[in-house]
């Protein structure tokens, strides 16, 4: 069955970089998926990448995709007090349009 | 352009009785998916609504069931409401054209089940 695994938990400081690892299991995975939900919050879209891609950058956020070994990060640059939420990664297969989630990972960013 | 909206914001109910979920595609949004998401966990699917049908099913039991209306507004039903019903109902609404491979959520109804 699919599966997206994510480590729970990541603590950096103010101005460093934050990477966000992710493995899944579906080989047949269209999209990939990274979403922010702040606390009380529904998810907001950060990005996406097509299972083709290698990487995609976007102003802070950069995500890299091994297909073979079916790992996805997701890397924040000058990661500042508001960067601070939960991080799920998502896959989306070839099928139905629906999402499967990790369990999130929660990161704290500390001044 | 209008942000996919849900209500209620939360809501308490008690074992055995039934909700309804109310959620506003993104305007020019035909597809709403609805997602459970329990305290500390993912969320987890639970159907899609395409055009008024319904377009595939997580692993839930027939008393989640739901409707999606000509503009493209969709409910969520839960009868016989089980304490482990008490979670975050997220809706997600995208479209085919433009961008159809994003997913834009809702807020969130937070459902409380005494």
């Known amino acids: 069955g699919e599966d997206v695994e994510q480590s729970l938990f990541l603590s950096v400081r103010e101005g460093d970089s934050s990477v966000i690892n992710c493995t899944y299991t579906d080989s047949s995975s269209t999209y990939l998926y990274w979403y922010k939900q702040e606390p009380g919050a529904g998810l907001q879209l950060l990005t996406y990448?097509?299972?083709?891609?290698d990487m995609k950058q976007d102003q802070r956020l950069t995500v890299l995709l091994n297909k073979k070994d079916k790992h996805l990060s997701l890397r924040i640059a000058d990661t500042q007090t508001g960067d601070s939420a939960i991080y799920f990664c998502?896959?989306?297969?070839?099928?139905?349009?629906?999402?499967?989630f990790g369990k999130g990972t929660m990161l704290l960013v500390s001044p | 352009e209008t942000g996919v909206t849900q209500s209620p914001t939360h809501l308490i109910k008690t074992r055995g009785q039934q909700v309804t979920l109310r959620c506003s595609s993104q305007s020019g949004h035909n597809t709403v998916s609805w997602y459970q998401q329990a305290l500390g966990q993912g969320p987890q699917f639970i159907f899609q609504y395409y055009r008024e049908e319904e377009n595939g099913r997580g692993n839930f039991p027939p008393r989640f069931s739901g409707l999606q209306f000509p503009n493209y507004s969709s409910e969520l039903n839960v009868n016989a409401l089980e304490l482990d019903d008490s979670a975050l109902y997220l809706c997600a609404s995208s479209g085919t054209s433009g961008r159809p491979n994003e997913q834009f959520f809702g807020p969130g109804t937070r459902l409380t089940v005494l």
């Open positions: 998502a896959e989306k297969d070839s099928g139905y349009s629906t999402l499967t």
């Open positions: 990448i097509f299972s083709n891609m």
